[in-house]
């Protein structure tokens, strides 16, 4: 039997955790799950889905101390898919555009585009101020892919779950993994 891929799987201090959860829970059976929450992040985390960091571990292979700069993600011998930051606050982006590894989300942010491999960062601020933008721009042209959590429609979404899948779909698409979260474009 084949292992499963791995796949980092960050989340900062933003508001969207609903997204991370989606997330998460897609990615059970279709990836070896490496997570690290931030400090910030806690606290959005209960603000928004009344849970803690511990209520995540059951949906994680490993669970990593954002503080742990020796930990295995923070290595480019540590083979992954790709990693994903979602939600990915505006402070955390800044820092990946500019190489600031200065925790382990950050450090394994790092690592991925040093090592040309996916990262992809889910921001979900409105509206955009010009340095957020700027970061967006910068962290694109290192090679990160700035995934807005920003839901279509054209599938006509009924539920709150509908527009989770739609950001979920993409992030899986850009992974490479395969699974079905939402309706896909069929064309007029």
């Known amino acids: 039997m084949q292992a499963l891929p791995r796949v980092v799987v960050g989340i900062s201090g933003a508001s969207g955790m609903?997204?991370?959860?989606?997330?998460?829970?897609?990615?059970?059976?279709?990836?070896?799950?490496?997570?690290?929450?931030?400090?910030?992040?806690?606290?959005?985390?209960?603000?928004?889905?009344?849970?803690?960091?511990?209520?995540?571990?059951?949906l994680a292979s490993r669970v990593y101390k954002d503080a742990d700069l020796g930990a295995s993600i923070a290595s480019g011998s540590f083979p992954t898919r790709g990693m994903v930051v979602v939600p990915c606050s505006a402070a955390t982006l800044a820092k990946i555009a500019l190489g600031l590894a200065d925790t382990l989300l950050t450090r394994a942010a790092y690592v991925h585009l040093k090592e040309k491999r996916p990262l992809i960062l889910v921001p979900r601020e409105t509206p955009l101020p010009l340095p957020t933008l700027?970061?967006?721009?910068?962290?694109?042209?290192?090679?990160?892919?700035?995934?807005?959590?920003?839901?279509?429609?054209y599938h006509r979404p009924r539920e709150i779950k509908d527009l989770l899948g739609f950001v979920t779909q993409r992030i899986l698409d850009h992974l490479g993994l395969k699974a079905e979260r939402a309706p896909r474009w069929g064309g007029t």
């Open 18 to 58: 609903p997204y991370a959860l989606d997330l998460l829970e897609a990615l059970q059976g279709l990836a070896e799950v490496h997570l690290v929450v931030s400090q910030g992040a806690k606290r959005v985390l209960w603000e928004e889905v009344g849970l803690s960091p511990k209520d995540l571990y059951p």
């Open 134 to 153: 700027r970061a967006m721009v910068q962290a694109a042209e290192a090679g990160a892919v700035v995934l807005p959590a920003s839901p279509g429609f």
